[in-house]
């Protein structure tokens, strides 16, 4: 079974930073460590996608509201992986649950292929 914990949210005020970790643990992680993202859900709205990172993060993919001012990253060890989202020039309507994902095959924007998902951790953006 495979594990993703989240861990990094908190208050910050607008212009601010703040960065995400993602642990990934769990057997035969290697297979399916290929693509990993990161989705986000504001109050009374879909879960949208934020940004995705494959491999070794060669690729890369993000939503626009966030280029320029959000990076994926990840570490990748012998049994677990970590993927980090540096959140820079933080906004108030990035206010949200943000939610690790891993399992696709592609750096994809699609959370229906994303198999395993964290528990969200809460980001909350202040004016």
């Known amino acids: 079974q495979v594990q993703l914990v989240e861990s990094g949210g908190g208050l910050v005020q607008a212009g601010g930073s703040l960065r995400l970790s993602c642990a990934a643990s769990?057997?035969?992680?290697?297979?399916?460590?290929?693509?990993m993202g990161w989705f986000r859900q504001a109050p009374g709205k879909e879960r949208e996608f934020v940004a995705a990172?494959?491999?070794?993060?060669?690729?890369?993919?993000?939503a626009d509201s966030v280029k320029g001012r959000f990076t994926i990253s990840r570490d990748n060890a012998k049994n677990t992986v970590t993927v980090y989202l540096q959140m820079n020039s933080l906004k108030p309507e990035d206010t949200a649950v943000y939610y690790c994902?891993?399992?696709?095959?592609?750096?994809?924007?699609?959370?229906?292929?994303?198999?395993?998902w964290g528990q969200g951790t809460q980001v909350t953006v202040s004016s």
């Open positions: 994902a891993a399992g696709s095959g592609l750096a994809t924007s699609d959370m229906n292929r994303y198999t395993y």
């Open positions: 769990g057997r035969a992680w290697s297979t399916i460590a290929i693509g």
């Open positions: 990172i494959i491999g070794t993060g060669v690729l890369t993919n993000y």
